[in-house]
């Protein structure tokens, strides 16, 4: 409270900056996290609190949704890994790579694949590690890996052809851009001669 008997926020707000720091990995996340607090806050009606359990109230909010925030940027991550693997293609660097088209396609294909290989990657992109796919199919760990082996093969063997529209060049194109090498040339010429 200042002289006046009313609250000061900004004190308030300062406190739990400070408080909350150590947990935010950067200044930006720590801002977001005050702010949802806050937010919350007033959506909760908890803003009538005495000074000392409203910052602890603010406290526990804002480190819940750090957390929260967290958790979902590893599940993010999680899902890229599992799209580069399934598709044998480094995706963190392709700045064109659309994880979403891409996704689309892989779980087109994944249609096409056995019962149980198609839910193997369902559950991977899921978020799932093999581990625990074993444990829900009731299958042996060996057995889920050896199948998500064949899965991944089989989605890359057909991706190219099934994905061309995705990645933006359809088969016409590709056709209208193909040229020649030296070697298709010289067997088409030598083919010629034997004629």
């Keep these: 409270m200042n002289n006046d008997g009313e609250r000061d926020f900004?004190?308030?707000y300062q406190e739990v900056c400070r408080k909350l720091r150590a947990h935010a990995p950067n200044?930006?996340?720590l801002l977001e996290a005050v702010q949802e607090a806050w937010t919350r806050c007033y959506e909760h009606h908890k803003q009538d609190l005495p000074d000392h359990e409203l910052v602890a109230w603010l406290l526990k909010t804002g480190k819940n949704y750090l957390i929260d925030t967290q958790r979902t940027k590893r599940h993010q991550r999680s899902i890229q890994e599992q799209l580069a693997y399934i598709l044998d293609r480094d995706i963190t660097l392709d700045k064109d790579f659309d994880?979403?088209?891409q996704t689309v396609c892989i779980l087109?294909?994944?249609q096409t694949l056995p019962p149980v290989e198609r839910q193997i990657i369902l559950l991977v992109l899921s978020g799932?590690?093999?581990k625990t796919i074993a444990e829900i199919l009731e299958l042996q760990y060996p057995t889920v890996a050896k199948r998500y082996e064949r899965a991944c093969q089989h989605i890359r063997a057909r991706y190219q052809e099934a994905?061309?529209?995705v990645d933006g060049a359809s088969p016409?194109?590709?056709e209208a851009n193909y040229s020649p090498s030296e070697e298709d040339t010289t067997t088409?010429?030598?083919?010629?001669?034997?004629?």
């Excluded at 088409?188 to 004629?195: G, I, K, M, T």
Aim: charged share 30%; glycine share 0%.
């Design 188 to 195: 088409n010429v030598e083919n010629d001669n034997a004629s």
């Design 27 to 29: 200044q930006e996340e």
């Design 172 to 174: 016409l194109q590709d």
């Design 99 to 101: 994880h979403t088209d």
């Design 108 to 110: 087109q294909l994944a």
């Design 10 to 12: 900004s004190k308030l």
């Design 128 to 130: 799932n590690d093999l």
């Design 163 to 165: 994905c061309r529209s």
